[in-house]
Structures are given as C-alpha cells and as structure tokens.
C-alpha cells in the first residue's frame, strides 16, 4: 500500500494547487529514479543482468549469436565464468550446478581415465538440461587425457521412474528422445 504523499504535508500546503503541481510530476519522477536504480542493480548479477548482460559478454570473451535467447546468453556467461582456474572435481560439480540448477556430483574411474557427472533434486524424474552447453564448458577445462560422462538412463531409473509405457510414449517422441534425456535422483540418495 503506498502512502499519499502529500498527507506528511502541514494542511495549508495539502490544499495548495502549487504544492499538488509540483509534489505530483516529483513523485513520479522518483518513482522511475527507484525504478533505474533498481535495475541497475540487476546487471551486477548475471542471472539477472538485461541490458548489462553485453559488458559481462565482453569481460568473458563471448560474442553472442544473433538467435540467442537472454537465458542462453546468460548460460554462456556463466559457463565461461565457472571455467576458470584449475580443474578439479569439486570444481566440475559447482559448474553443473551453476549450469543446470540441480545438485551434482561427480564420480572419478581413475583406472578408466574418466569421470561422470550424475544430477540430483527434491524428487527423481527426467530433466531438461542444456546438456551441449554443459559439455562444451567442461570439455574447454578438463584434462585432455580424461574422457567426461553425463550418466545416461539406465533401467534402474527407469524403473524408479514409475512410468507407464503409455506416459513414456506421451513424455518422448521417440526412444532416441528418451535416450538423449537425464534422469534426476532424488537427494537422500546422495
């Protein structure tokens, strides 16, 4: 609820049609200087960032295309930024969380020379991730002697999944869909 302005006024200046002629155009105008300085405020984060989101492209190094959305501009920025530093697997963690917004973790095969990155959340279920994006970023910082994994479907989850072949079909236009699809496990599983 918004106060009038102009009842903090002694009466004689509430009456007075100067007082409402200027306290009116002045209220408005502090509205949008609220306003601006909220938004300013929105380009220091780059989740948030519109117009700004160009200066934190040029910070990083990106140019964007000319078809990308905000949010996959927004992506890319955070990708570049998480991508900085040595490679460890905490690190990797931390980038796909930041990528995808789910908990991850990483499993390390170091007899297999490989790692895998597996997505948790409050409930099990597929996911829609940007999983090209996810892969781009980390094949840019790992070691170029280790071969990375997004774990696929397995039987156990779809099992897990309780689905019906009928809700499958609905979910995935085809079985090459499912395939290419991530499975989120739920957290106390961990």
Not at 184 to 190: G, K, L, R, T, Y
Request: proline share 4%; net charge negative.
């Amino acid at each position: 609820m918004e106060l009038n302005r102009l009842e903090r006024l002694p009466n004689r200046l509430r009456a007075s049609p100067y007082t409402v002629g200027v306290a009116e155009p002045m209220t408005e105008l502090a509205l949008e200087y609220r306003e601006a300085t909220i938004d300013l405020a929105d380009q220091f984060f780059v989740p948030t960032a519109t117009w700004g989101l160009k200066e934190w492209e040029r910070l990083v190094g990106l140019s964007p295309d000319s078809g990308q959305t905000l949010e996959q501009r927004r992506s890319e920025v955070i990708a570049k930024l998480c991508s900085t530093g040595t490679t460890t697997a905490e690190m990797i963690r931390a980038m796909a969380e930041a990528l995808t917004g789910y908990s991850a973790g990483v499993t390390e095969n170091f007899g297999e020379y490989s790692f895998s990155l597996r997505f948790y959340g409050k409930q099990a279920g597929f996911i829609n991730i940007d999983a090209d994006l996810l892969m781009r970023t980390v094949e840019e910082i790992k070691p170029a002697h280790l071969r990375f994994v997004i774990e696929p479907i397995t039987w156990g989850d779809l099992e897990d999944a309780e689905l019906t072949w009928a809700q499958l079909e609905a979910q995935f236009e085809s079985w090459a869909a499912l395939e290419s699809a991530f499975y989120c496990h739920q957290e106390d599983s961990i």
